[in-house]
C-alpha cells in the first residue's frame, strides 16, 4: 500500500470523526471516549501502544495487527480532537526525511 493511499484512509477517518462529531453520531464507545475528554484520550492511546508492544513481545503477529489499528485510531481520534490533521503529520514526516533520511528518527538534542 502507498502512502498516498495510507494517508488518504488515515484523514478519511479524521474527517469522519469530525463530521460525526459536529453531529454527535458516535457508536457508544466513540462518543464515550470523545466526551472523556484529552485526558482519557491520551490515556487509551497509552494503553493501546503498550498492548501492541506486548503482543510484540510475545510474537503475536495478528495481535499486533489488530492492536496496531486500535492504536491508530485512537491516535487519530486525539489528534482530531487537538484539532491536529494527518496531513500536518505527513508534513513533520516529510521535514525529517529531509534532514535525516526516511529510515532516521529525530535527534533529541533540539
Given amino acids: ?3 498516498a493511499l495510507e494517508w488518504d484512509r488515515l484523514q478519511a477517518l479524521a474527517e469522519d470523526l469530525r463530521e460525526r462529531r459536529s ?3 458516535f457508536s457508544s464507545r466513540t ?11 491520551a490515556q487509551k492511546l497509552v494503553e493501546e501502544a ?9 510474537g503475536e503477529r495478528q ?9 491508530m485510531f485512537n ?3 486525539l489528534l482530531t480532537e487537538l484539532e491536529i490533521s ?13 534532514l535525516y533520511g526516511i529510515a532516521e528518527k529525530l535527534p533529541k538534542d533540539r
Fill in 50 to 58: 503498550a498492548e501492541v508492544a506486548i503482543d510484540a513481545v510475545q
Fill in 23 to 25: 453531529r454527535m453520531q
Fill in 1 to 3: 500500500m502507498g502512502r
Fill in 86 to 98: 494527518p496531513g500536518e503529520i505527513w508534513e513533520e514526516m516529510d521535514r525529517r526525511q529531509k
Fill in 31 to 41: 462518543a464515550k471516549l470523545i466526551d472523556s475528554g484529552v485526558p482519557k484520550m
Fill in 63 to 71: 495481535a499486533v495487527i489488530e492492536e496496531t489499528a486500535d492504536l
Fill in 75 to 77: 491516535l487519530t481520534v
